[in-house]
């Protein structure tokens, strides 16, 4: 099942929401939960439509919580239970055996840093993990 937040939405806002509906996302980090640690695959670049699959693959429910979801609009599909606080989405709860993906976009093409995006268990302090939005336009 899909969750979207409902508010009012800009038109970028509404674009995105159907390209993730109905486009493959351009880049797509995995991140799996297991023995109490994430393991993370995959980075994205600053403007690219972006799926994040959460996977569980531990014998408990993990979170993942990141400041992210204050500045960024999220989609949701599949299996993770949204956490709230005073009406904003705070974390993403996934039971064992569950998947869930999550889609955003972050920044635009025309954003020219690279940034570290953290993110963290809010069940298990000690789990804790980032993926990386990569600037790839400038030299290395």
Known sequence: AIQIRIEPLSSDQLVM???A???KPEMTIHVTMKNRQYQVTGHTSPGALTAIVLRNEDTVTHGFSSPLFRQTLTITEGDAEEI???GHI???HVDPGKTAT?????GSASVYESIQVSFW???H???QGEFLVVET???I
């Open 125 to 127: 302090a000690q789990m």
């Open 102 to 106: 999550i889609y955003f976009k972050k």
């Open 137 to 139: 336009t400038g030299e």
């Open 21 to 23: 509906e109905l486009a």
């Open 84 to 86: 709230r606080r005073r």
């Open 90 to 92: 705070v974390s993403y």
């Open 17 to 19: 929401r159907a390209m």
């Open 121 to 123: 268990c809010d069940i």
